[in-house]
């Protein structure tokens, strides 16, 4: 829904951002199981776009673009592996705080490792 959609490219331009504060304020907002699955798969539906655009397969979606251009073609698949094991993680009896806790600074980490 458009609400998911909106979310899940709130955490991506906090995942492209130098500020961490945009990805904590997104992620922030996965405060339920349903909302976190949702918004997660949006999510790495958004990198695997990134991740076509990056090979060669060209596309008009301004979001792939930019995934494409600020992060390696390796960042983005651990980043898509990362959004996998937290959709999986999200269906056992986690707190969901600590998961998107847990899943902010992986972003974070993936994103911006050296």
């Excluded at 898509?80 to 992986?106: F, H, Q, Y």
């Amino acid at each position: 829904d458009e609400q998911t959609d909106v979310l899940a490219l709130e955490i991506i331009e906090g995942i492209l951002s130098s500020s961490e504060n945009k990805l904590l304020l997104a992620t922030a907002k996965l405060n339920n199981r349903i909302v976190f699955k949702d918004t997660v798969n949006a999510v790495n539906e958004y990198l695997r776009q990134g991740l076509n655009h990056s090979v060669g397969n060209k596309t008009d979606n301004e979001t792939a673009k930019s995934i494409a251009k600020k992060l390696t073609k390796s960042r983005i698949i651990g980043l898509i592996e990362l959004s996998s094991k937290a959709t999986i993680r999200a269906d056992r009896n986690v707190n969901m705080a600590l998961l998107t806790t847990w899943l902010c600074g992986e972003y974070r980490r993936i994103s911006w490792q050296r």
